[in-house]
């Protein structure tokens, strides 16, 4: 995240998540579900780190600590309600095919919705300085 910048690395964990969720529904085996779970723990361990990177690179040093609080509540909000939904659907189906086909169309929303944040902040780059570069 230091390098790349948090967002792109966000971004690059997130995709990285939403493929290796999928795998999850392709294993016949004990050894092929820990093999994709441990894949999936590096995409998670990304994503987690890089919101602190983020809110460093993209909030104003006496806004950070409530930024991370919103932040991390709404990540931990969306992993609850997902392991949640996961059960539900299991509930109703019988399988997890479901559960991991809307884990990836969650993958999915977030990464439009964090390569839309990244175009704006690109625009803005190369505009004028922006607020956020100040800070």
């Known amino acids: 995240g230091d390098r790349l910048g948090g967002l792109t690395a966000w971004m690059l964990s997130s995709a990285w998540q939403t493929v290796t969720v999928f795998w999850f529904t392709q294993m016949n085996s004990l050894d092929g579900l820990w093999a994709v779970a441990l894949l999936y723990g590096i995409g998670y361990s990304g ?21 991370m609080g919103i932040v991390f509540g709404f990540g931990w909000a969306g992993m609850g309600l997902g392991a949640w939904l996961a059960g539900y659907w299991f509930d109703l189906t019988g399988s997890y095919t479901l559960s991991f086909a809307n884990a990836v169309l969650a993958g999915v929303i977030n990464l439009i919705l964090l390569g839309a944040l990244w175009l704006r902040l690109s625009r803005q780059r190369v505009g004028a300085p922006s607020e956020l570069a100040e800070a």
């Open 47 to 67: 994503v987690m780190t890089s919101f602190t990177v983020c809110v460093r690179e993209l909030v104003p040093l006496h806004l950070r600590s409530t930024a």
